[in-house]
């Protein structure tokens, strides 16, 4: 490809909206540009990098023994109502009415129609497995699109469904993906974690997340630096920091803390740790009739540490709170603590109630707590001695960096992530809602066991980003920049030597197999070196009259400090040999 | 590819909704499989066709110098409101609105957005010109989606958009995107032809259709055999079919005609030639204020020989029709013409009335009209002598069969075809309208000349079936099939000799790069057969025992009436040398 020919477009500014880095650059570079809220028109230059993501994807899910297929952006309502999607989707599900007044949604995924695919298609076990995947245009109606293409509506992802005969054929299934998902985020050249991730209702230890290790990314990834264990925060378990109780050494005592409504306060105020503290967070779940109106409530108690923070997604897993739950109104506080939020405690509250201790609080002896009155607290307590042993145990809290890994091979370490990619073992959900059945070995229908596996293509420029640029740019791994090597001739419409050298290297690189641009544009070499950096192409040739008098031309990769001269006619070699393929 | 490792699905029964053959054969050999109305999933062997039409689109638009890039389908209201087009298109534009009540477009075409692209990114005419062209998901709510990829609504196109200087460079813009489609259905291995079409209200003779040549196609392609002329039947040129106006031989006589309402029961009842009558039809033109009510109709009379028929694309184009017209009530035509609709005529209306004859019409002489009485007409009329030369002399009728060819090279015939493409020059149709501009040599902003190019890539499918297929299923070009060759072995489980040539033959045709599939499904072999012979693989090898026995496989290009009889040991390279590439 030569410049002239190709459609380059970069700006010293990035447009105030954009937040992030990637989202920054990728603007500036003229990867993506805005057509809309959550809306980009992939410009060429991006185009060229979403196109070799996803021939690497494609590649790995071809070998993986997944096929692809295409399925429809517009899907009509009536599948997404067989599985109850249609309704219990929140906003971001784009619904539409076509032109006779029928109901239509917007692909998100296509759990829905590639299941009523299976239905039709997959009658036997003979048939199976099958893994069926596209790489198709996506949308969610996100209520604050933002971050570029990191947190956009309409985005490009591969999606892929997995049908089996049962748990174990399945289980393969997910070992395949996890696999291939490994080899497409190395041939990306991209550093990232495979997560355990919560699977929710679906239950089991099959979710996994691919997460691009990056400082600035919005998922915490926990993992065991000496170890295997890799997980995310919803999902890391936290061990108790204590082993087993203590005996009580202290008598119980209230405090007068005025003011002092935080446990980091408090533990100040009393010249104490703060893992010395308790720290009450106060829940309510609700029977409801059919009509959805609220029969009664109760009110539960969650006490982690006061370092600690509670873990929404393990609370939701403890016996009672599954149902689902919502914090306490202050109304019910006042009413069970007979005080307002502060200075809440597990001693003595005004009503009885539900108490859940995090594994640790459980543990702990002559601990600080809220003394359920405006401006104290009370010291000194013990379990059993001051108040009843808990009505449950349960680890609700995060972990946090230095706690023992559950697999007992070290202490957890924490890193920031950004989420491209997720394999899920679905089970039978989607099968049974759509009686979704193919006749087994005994000639009996059956549900199919599923799986799903995502990867954010586009999400993926913005990913690798993150995870590596500069003050000067974007810095992009060699299998997925826009092109890998760039040739700046210095005067290429003055020079024939110049132009000879340049138009030499460009058809030998090519007749290689790099992908090379030849800039031609007659831009000053400051401009243009400026572009190609902000671009992020990770190799340079630079060509001058001057060098060439010497024999030499110069070569700089990415990350180098400085350029490296070399003789001109090893310098297609010395491109060939710095190229990670 | 093994047949096992992907996916095969075909049908011995087309569903009942399908109506034409590319959509039978389509459903049936499993390269689409049905969504919704209009809504197809491309099941994993139509993706394989529509992969291998893209490449061929994209490799050829890249040479011609065009730049990929991808607008989104989701695309905000606002852009089309600048045009009209949000308003001014009807229901086939299908409109939403978001989570936050604003209004959105699912991309029909994409002049909108790629037109705002132009007028931030093309500031100068240095950087003209430029053709910016996606191959990317449109939709149109149709009203009655048929035909399967032929007129559905969710489909694949290829849009390419050209900005230039001036009309000059816009011409050159165009020429070269003609030239471009034309190697890619010369590549596509399709019988086609370009014609030419109609402007409307842009102007000019920049517009052509690429018409796949089809018995079956919707529309009528006229062309002369013996030149080069080509149109399509809306823009054809009819000339007159007299040279020159005969003297009157008649005398005006007023004939019964009771119940003959048609030209031709006319003429047989009169026994006459159908070519010695002419038909009346009956527009109105409305002015309007501006609101919208009509305050004055004008009735207009228009008259083709009574063996052609009016072409409402031409009539639109008559100088006072240009405004628009619609066919006029019944109580115009009895207020102007004293009767009702079968007898009608030019002699003696009720009330005056512009008169539109076609130009044949007008050089006719002792021809036969309507007598504006029930059950009459009268013969022998004459111009002149019998009523007032016509207000107007306009080509207003289609082309048939046997017309002279406008550029005098022999007579026209008349093929069927299915529209593929359209290039079109736009003008400064959209540029104006959102005033996208860039600055020319003199420093002074300056309109966009521009031109938009169409491919239905999904609808390349239906129209290559279309053009050629057999009671056995498709026949594709070698360069769009879902694969090149087909390799049956009979036995693959049962004999390691089949075995062992048939892995052999796929490893050798695979490592010449044919796009080779092994059939190892263990199919019976007349199902085999037939399946491969419904989804159209051009070549196919059949290896048996029997035949191995004698050094023997057997060859059969899919158009074969029988199979040829092959050395094992040439059979690779019989298959290479029967390949059209």
């Keep these: 490809m030569k410049a002239s020919q190709f459609f380059i477009s970069t700006l010293k500014e990035a447009p ?224 108790p920091l204590i082993a087993q109780r203590g005996a009580a050494a202290e008598a119980l005592e209230k405090v007068a803390t005025p003011g002092k409504s935080t446990c980091a306060d408090v533990a100040e105020l009393l010249g104490l740790p703060l893992d010395r503290t308790v720290k009450s967070l106060v829940l309510a779940t609700d029977e409801t009739n059919d009509k959805g109106e609220i029969l009664k409530s109760t009110v539960w108690l969650l006490l982690v540490r006061g370092d600690h923070d509670l873990n929404e997604v393990k609370a939701s897993k403890v016996e009672g709170l599954k149902v689902g739950f919502r914090f306490a109104t202050e109304k019910e506080i006042v009413e069970h603590f007979g005080t307002k939020p502060g200075y809440l405690g597990p001693v003595k509250t005004a009503k009885p109630l539900k108490v859940v201790a995090d594994r640790t609080v459980a543990n702990m002896a002559d601990f600080v707590v809220g003394a359920n009155e405006e401006g104290f607290h009370i010291r000194g307590v013990n379990w059993g001695r001051d108040l009843p042993e808990p009505d449950l145990v349960a680890d609700i809290r995060n972990v946090v960096e230095g706690d023992p890994s559950p697999d007992g091979k070290g202490v957890l370490a924490i890193q920031r992530g950004i989420e491209v990619g997720h394999v899920f073992y679905l089970g039978t959900k989607y099968s049974k809602a759509m009686n979704a059945t193919f006749l087994d070995v005994d000639g009996k229908p059956k549900h199919f066991e599923m799986g799903c596996y995502g990867i954010g293509v586009t999400r993926i420029l913005g990913a690798a980003i993150e995870q590596k640029y500069d003050e000067r740019g974007i810095i992009w791994p060699d299998a997925i920049a826009p092109f890998e090597v760039v040739i700046c001739p210095v005067g290429y419409d003055r020079s024939e030597d110049v132009k000879a050298v340049a138009d030499k290297l460009y058809a030998d690189l090519g007749a290689q197999g790099v992908d090379v641009i030849l800039d031609d544009r007659g831009e000053r070499p400051g401009a243009m070196f400026a572009d190609w950096e902000l671009i992020g192409v990770p190799h340079r040739v630079v060509l001058g009259d001057k060098g060439l008098k010497e024999g030499l031309a110069e070569y700089q990769g990415r990350q180098d400090k400085e350029a490296t001269k070399v003789a001109v006619g090893d310098i297609a070699a010395h491109v060939l040999a710095q190229r990670k393929a």
Tied chains: 1, 2.
């Design 16 to 239: 105030a909206d954009a937040e992030i880095v990637s989202h920054k650059l990728m603007m500036r570079a003229g990867f993506i540009k805005k057509l809309g809220a959550g809306l980009y028109n992939y410009m060429p230059m991006g185009l060229r990098t979403i196109r070799k993501v996803e021939a690497i994807i494609r590649d790995e899910l071809n070998k993986a023994g997944a096929i692809e297929l295409v399925m429809p952006v517009v899907q009509p309502a009536e599948l997404w109502q067989e599985t109850g999607r249609f309704d219990k989707m929140g906003e971001e599900l784009l619904r539409f009415k076509d032109r006779h007044e029928r109901d239509f949604v917007m692909q998100p995924t296509a759990e829905e129609v590639v299941t009523d695919i299976a239905r039709q298609e997959l009658r036997s076990y003979r048939q199976l497995p099958k893994n069926f995947y596209q790489i198709q245009t996506k949308f969610r109606d996100e209520r604050r699109p933002r971050f570029g293409v990191m947190r956009g509506r309409e985005f490009t992802m591969k999606d892929a469904y997995s049908f089996d005969r049962d748990v174990e054929a399945a289980g393969k299934s997910y070992d395949a993906m996890y696999a291939a998902y490994t080899r497409i985020f190395q041939r990306l050249g991209l550093q990232f974690r495979a997560v355990a991730a919560d699977t929710g209702a679906i239950g089991g230890d099959r979710s996994h997340e691919f997460q691009v290790i990056a400082d600035t990314g919005e998922d915490a990834i926990i993992y065991c630096p000496t170890g295997d264990y890799a997980a995310n925060i919803e999902l890391a378990e936290a061990l």
